[in-house]
């Protein structure tokens, strides 16, 4: 039997090259090297890095990496800036010490309200998070692991592109949740956060929230309005909600402190991760933010944070993996819009051991890879290093669908990007095979 038109149907006669420029090393094309003195540490940063096609002024980020800490895949810190959602520059980032502790960091930027009123605001932070996720091994970065935060308008932003994944015309990814949320001192809550101002008696602070927050509504502030309520991060907080750090001045008459108190106190109740860190004697915002003291706090968070995330993360991975163990053979498959021929499907086999799989078509063998799985996603995806067949040294990306005695998978081209459904179209170079577990 001649196997080369079912190969050449299979994977395609030619292939995009696999992006490993980037991981070649720690430190990116067209990059700024800085130096160990600096804010960041040691670290390779690029600069003003476009999130959609036709991008405005702002819709933009920049991209931190550690040089001498950590190594790659490096997890990530999307942070986001304040100015009270009218102003603001990216380097207005209170966590820059994590990047000297390993973590990358993704400072984006986003529409203001004089540009365009809620919710471009959090539409363009999650169009920056999706962008990012989609390329993130080409920037050397884990895109399972990855939390977000903010300070002050930065920090309302962060919650709700972390609490509101299914948030009505936000742009979310529901695939895709950040393993925690790091507020400094934002807003969470618009409908009390004029009489919380009112309360502590900081005429400063109504008057601000007035004008910010109206111009951000596009509606008096004093008013009780949809928007206001859709643009609370408080009113998505749910069980399966991330876990939350806070950390809010004790002093603050900008945004009071029960604004944070009020969230502690939601996550409570539905029994979601969460810390309160009240810094006294600061305000809104200031150096008593990036002291030693609060330094630890945050890293240690995060350490604890993602320790459990592995922990969770393994065992589901494990269990899946014993799900798809032994002998598969082929039941249906189609690349590019086209079904395979049934001679081709009686056979192809599947074999998988550990975390290796071993495919041949005719006793020919296609491919041989090591795989790694995280079923958190949706949908669960796959991702092989291909060490044997025709196309070893390449990476695949893939989705896959395991149902007891039967798996799905959609597999795209190496150097493809990975698929998000289980269908295929001319010319898209997804393949989807459906296979049944061999019975003796």
Known sequence: MNTAPFLQLLAGLTLLPAVEAFAQTNVPSLAEILPASSPYGAAAIVTNIPYVAHPMPRQNFDLILPLTNGGKPFPLVVWIH???????????DNVKYLVRHG??????DYRISPEAPFPAQIQDCN???????????????DPRRFVVGGGSAGGHLALLLGLARD???FGADKSTKPLAILDFFGPTDFIRGRDDLKAIHSEKGVEIFDDSVGKLLGAPADQFSVKAWLASPIQYVNAASPPVLMVHGAQDDMVATDQSRRLHAALDRFGVKNRLVIVDPAGHDGPLFSTPEIETKVVGFLQEVFAAALAQGDNAARRERAGLQGAWNMNSGERDGQSFPSEYLTNSERVVKDDETTVTVAGQLFMKAKFSLDPSKNPKTIDYSINGGPYAGLKMLGIYELDGDKVKFCLATPGKERPTSFATKPDDGQTVTVWKRETK
Not at 127 to 141: D, E, K, Q, V
């Open 167 to 169: 948030g009505k015309d």
């Open 103 to 108: 973590y990358a960091i993704a400072n984006i």
């Open 127 to 141: 169009a920056a998070l999706n962008f990012i996720l989609a390329h993130a091994r080409n920037y050397g970065i």
């Open 82 to 92: 304040g100015g009270a959602w009218m102003l603001g520059i990216k380097e207005w």
